[in-house]
C-alpha cells in the first residue's frame, strides 16, 4: 500500500464509486483524470489505426507502380493517415490525455474549472473521430484529398469531404474548449502560494499551448464551414471557377494550421521540462528562459503561417518577410534544446526508460528543427517544397518530437496513472527499435525529397527505388518497435509490480499523492512556498 | 563550387551545403554534449548533484550566435531568390499549361508540344496556368518550381545552362494520377533549337508526341 494514505481511508480513482456503474461510471465521469485516460485510450487506438495506415503506403512504396493498392486507395490511405495522426492523435494527444489528468494535480487543484465542459470536449472527440472514419465506409468514398483539403480539388472531388470537414469542424470545438478550461483552471485554481512563475514547466507549456487553441482554432473551423458552404451550395469562395480565390483557402488554412504546430509541440516541451531534472536532479536550467520561449514560439509562431506558400505565387516580398519570422521562430526552440542538454551538466543522471527517450527525442526533434531551416530558406524551400523532404522533415518534428514525447509521459506517470510498472529492460528495447527504424525509415525520405522526389506520389521513377526500399524496411523495424512498447505496457498495466507513490524521486505536485491518485486528488489542498525544483537548489536530494 | 545544369541550381546547392554544414555542427555539439554529460555524470560515477548557477551571458550567447547564423541564411536565400524573379528584357515567354494529368507548352510563335524544348543560354519566362485545380510545375535538376495556382498566372524564370533531357514533375497533389504526371524538359544548341522551333508550325501538329509523350512509365 501506498505510504502517505491512509489505508482504511485511501480509495484510487480507479476504484471510486460514484453515482454511475459500470461503463458510464467512465463515460459520464466528470473527473479528469478520468478523462483523461479514456482520452489516452482513445488516443492510442486511433494512433494504431494511422501508423497501420502509414505501414500500408510504406508498403506501396516497396516497389514502383502497383504493389497492393490502386493510386485511388493510395490516395485516400495517406489523407486519412494526416487526418488521423494530425486531429485525433497529435492535437489532442498530451494536452487532452496527460493535461487532463495532470495539470490539476501539479498546481494543487481537485479538478479543472469545468468539469462538465471537460466531459463535453471528451465526447466532442469521440464523435469527431467515428466521423471521420465513417467517411470511410459511406456513399461517396473514402475522401482523397491530402489533410490539407487544398481547393479547388476539395470542392472538385467526387469523395465525401463534407463530412471528414465536418468532423474536423467538431474536433476544432473539442480543442477550444479544452484550452478555455486549462486558461481558466491556470488562472482560478492555483493552490495558494503558486505564482505563475512556481509553476512547474508543464504547465507554462499547457497554458501557452491553450491561449493557442483558444485563439487559433476558430479561424480553421470558420474556413471549413466555408467549404462546406461552396460544395454544398455552389457559393464562390475560394474555387475560381465560381469566382473564388483559391490563394485565401490556403491562407486561411495556414493562419491556423502553422500555430497549430505549436499546439503539437509545446505540451511535448513541457514534459520534457519535467523528465530532466527529475532524472538529473538538477533544477532546469535557464527556468525563465525556457518559461519566455515557450510564450514567444507561441507569439512569433503565428506570423510564419505563409512559409507553407512559398511557391503558391505570393508577392516577393511578403515571401521575404515570412522567410525571416521562419528563421526567427527558431531561436526560441534552439534555446530550450541548449537549456535542456546544460541541464544535465554536473548533474546525477539516472537514465532510466522516460529519460531515454527524451534523450532520444533531442536528437531527432534537433535534426526536425534545423531541416526546419532548409525550409525557411526561400531557394532552398523552392526547391524541396512539395517533396519527401518536407515529408520527413514534419516527421522527425510531429513523430520524433511529439510522439515520442508522447511515449516519454506514459512511460513517466505510467506508474502514476495506474499503481503499476512496466518492464524496464523491454522498454528499452523497443526504444532502440524505434530509433534505429525512425531513421531509417526519415532519414532517407530527405535524400529522396532533395533528389526531386515529389510527395503523395502512388508511383515513382526507377531511380528511387533503393532508397524508397530502405525507407520502407525502416517503418516496418519502427512497427514492430511499438508493438514490444505497447504490449510491453498492457502487460505491465495487468501482470506488473507494484509502483510506488514516487518511483523516480519527482519534485512536482503529483508525486505527493498516491499512486494511483484519490478521486479529489488531494486530503488537504498544498500551500507552495517555492518553485518546484527549487528543492533541488538546497541540496536535500539525496 | 557545384555544377548545374543552371547557375541557379549551383547557387542553391552551395546554400544547401552552408545549411547543412551549420545544422551538422550544432546536431553534433548538442548530441556529443548530450552523451558525455550522460556519461560522465551518471548517478552512478556522480551521485549528488551539483547546483549549477545561472548564466545570462550563456543565454546571450546561444541567443546570439543561432540568430547571427540565421540571418545569414536568410540573406543568402532572399538574395538567390530574388535573383530569379527579375526577368531579363530579352527572355522569350512560353506558356505552361497544367491540366489532369499532363502538362503542355506553347510557344510564342504558336508552337505547341508536349515536351518542354527551351535553348541553351537563352533567357525565358514561363507563364503558368492551370485548367483546372492547382499543380507544380517542378524542374528538381533547375531546383526550381512554381504551383500553377487555379484562377491566376505565376512565372518562373530561367536559363538553361547546358543542353541534355530534364524531368518535370507536379508536385502539388491534383488526384488519381498526380504521380503519373511527369513531364520532360528538352534544352538544345540555339541553332537545333530554332530549326526544331519552326518546323511544322503551320501543320500545327505535335512533332514530338511521338518520341516523348508517354515514355515516363
Ligand atoms: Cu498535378
Redesign the interface.
Known sequence: MNKSADASNYVSYLDYKGKHTGIWAWLLSTDHKRIGLMYLMGIIVFFTAGMTLGALLKTEMLTAGRTIMD??TY?AVFTLHGIIMIFLVIIPGIPAAFGNFFLPIMIGAKDVSFPRLNLLSFWLYIIGGVLALSSLFLQGGPI???WSF????AI??NSNVSLALFAAFILGFSSILTGLNFVTTVHRLRAPGMTFFKMPLFIWALYSTAWIQVIATPVVGITIVLVILERMFGIGIF???LG????LFQHLFWIYSHPAVYIMILPAMGVVSEIIPTF????I??YK?IAYSSLSIAFIGYFVWAHHMF???MS?IA??VF??FT??V??PS??K??NW??T????????KVPFLFV?MF??LF??GG??G??L????????V???YFVVAHFHYVMFGGTVMILFAALHYWFPKMFGKMYNEKIAKFALVFIFIGFNTMYFTMFILG???M????????PEFHNLQFISAIGAFIMVTGFLILIFNLLHGLLKGPKAEQNPWGGVTLEWTVPSPPTIENFDEIPVIEHGPYHI??E?Q?K | MFNGPTQYAS??DS??FF??A??VG??VI??V??IY??FR???KR???????K?SAI??VV??AI??IL??F??Y???Q???GI?EIPADASNIKVIGRMWQFSYAYPNGKKSDTLFLAKGKNYKLD?ITT???H?F?I??Y?????L????T?YMVLKPAETGEF?I????????????M?SKLIVLEENQYNEWLNQGINKNTDSTKTTNAAE?K
Open positions: 493510386p485511388q490516395n482523397d484529398v491530402g487544398y481547393v479547388p480539388y472538385r472531388t474555387d475560381p471557377a473564388g480565390d483559391p490563394i538529473t536532479k538538477r533544477e536550467f535557464g528562459a511557391t503558391s505565387g516577393d515571401r521575404a522567410s525571416l528563421f526567427l527558431a531561436i534552439g534555446v534544446v541548449f542538454v546544460a544535465m551538466y554536473k548533474g546525477s543522471i539516472d537514465a534523450a533531442i536528437v534537433s535534426i534545423l531541416t531551416l532548409v525557411g530558406n526561400l531557394a532552398t524551400d523552392i526547391h517544397h512539395g517533396t532533395y533528389q526531386g515529389p510527395r503523395r506520389y502512388w508511383d515513382y521513377l533541488y537548489k541540496g536530494i | 547557387d542553391v546554400i544547401m545549411i547543412i551549420v545544422s550544432f546536431l548538442v548530441t554534449a548530450m554529460f550522460i555524470y551518471n548517478k556522480h551521485p549528488q548533484a551539483r547546483d549549477v545561472e550563456l543565454e546561444w541567443i543561432p540568430t540565421v540571418l541564411m536568410f543568402f536565400g532572399l538567390s531568390f530574388y524573379r503558368l483546372d485545380v492547382n507544380s517542378f528538381p535538376a531546383r526550381i518550381k512554381e504551383d495556382s487555379a484562377g491566376k505565376n524531368d514533375a507536379c508536385s502539388e497533389y491534383c488526384g488519381l494520377n498526380h504521380s503519373k511527369y515516363k
